[in-house]
């Protein structure tokens, strides 16, 4: 087992997702502290009872990132964090005039005023030489009809991400990574049912210039990159993991 994270304190949020699974795991196997946060208390559960088992210092802690109350305990445990991860995050896919209000709401409750409320409440845990990584999309950065409340949301993430970095710096670095379309269960999830499936997966993968759709697993290096000291000079920086995709 490497040691690049020994000793370090990590909160994942999202921690029970495709993507938030291999962070916990990838932080895991670098000797860190896990305490993974999420909604999903099964899933969360089952993530425990399987570090248990390898002997890995994970814990995990029911959280909805959408509720003022709940995230505000999380800054009354005082212990010292060294890394947050913001990956807790929901999909939308609809035109402006069939999104409601309260679907609206609900998207930017969660992706942005969620990695607010987070970042408030851990903020004064954060040790010296801490860094933060908010998880946006290349949705953040690139149009695309019908990703109205979706965009808005990772693209106040990005814009969070740069005043975060400019207020808890020295001490902590903030970063944000934009993953373009994955392959994990988000996208098909959305799209179950549809009848074009397929032609919307493959028309995704061909907005990339590598011609495909990306793994979760090809996000983590950067986020474990960010994470630690390499990454020493690196903050407020927005960095696209899209193959491309936002480049053209
Ligand atoms: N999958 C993709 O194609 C893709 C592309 C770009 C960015 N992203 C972003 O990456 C992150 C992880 O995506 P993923 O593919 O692992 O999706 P996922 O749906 O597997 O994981 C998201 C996790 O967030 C949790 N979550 C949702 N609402 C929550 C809340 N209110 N409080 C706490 N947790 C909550 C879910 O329970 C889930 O475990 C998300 O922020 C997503 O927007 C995903």
């Not at 949705?139 to 808890?168: D, N, P, Q």
Request: charged content about 20%.
């Amino acid at each position: 087992m490497s040691e690049r994270f020994r000793n370090k304190v990590v909160l994942v949020t999202g921690a029970a997702g495709d993507l938030g699974r291999l962070l916990c795991a990838a932080f895991l196997d670098e000797g860190a502290s896990v305490v993974g946060l999420d909604v999903d208390v099964a899933q969360g559960e089952q993530m425990r009872s399987d570090a248990l088992a390898a002997d890995r210092d994970f814990t995990f802690r029911a959280l909805d990132v959408a509720d003022p109350q709940s995230v505000a305990a999380l800054g009354r445990d005082g212990s010292p964090v060294d890394v947050l991860v913001n990956a807790a995050g929901v999909i939308s896919y609809a035109p402006i005039g069939e999104t409601s209000v309260e679907e609206w709401d609900r998207v930017l409750g969660i992706n942005v005023r969620g990695a607010f409320l987070v970042t408030k409440a851990v903020g004064p845990r954060l040790r010296e030489g801490s860094s933060v990584i908010n998880v946006a999309s290349s949705a953040a950065l690139r149009a695309g009809a019908g990703w109205s409340a979706y965009s808005v949301s990772k693209a106040g993430m990005v814009a969070f991400t740069k005043v975060a970095a400019a207020e808890l710096a020295p001490r902590t670095r903030v970063n944000v990574v934009c993953p373009g379309a994955l392959d994990t269960q988000m996208p098909h999830r959305l799209l179950e049912g549809h009848p074009a499936k397929d032609t919307i997966l493959e028309s995704m993968a061909k907005a990339s210039m590598l011609g495909r759709l990306g793994e979760a697993q090809e996000v983590v290096p950067l986020c474990l990159f960010l994470a630690g000291a390499d990454a020493g000079l690196v903050t407020g920086a927005t960095i696209a993991v899209d193959g491309g995709m936002t480049a053209w």
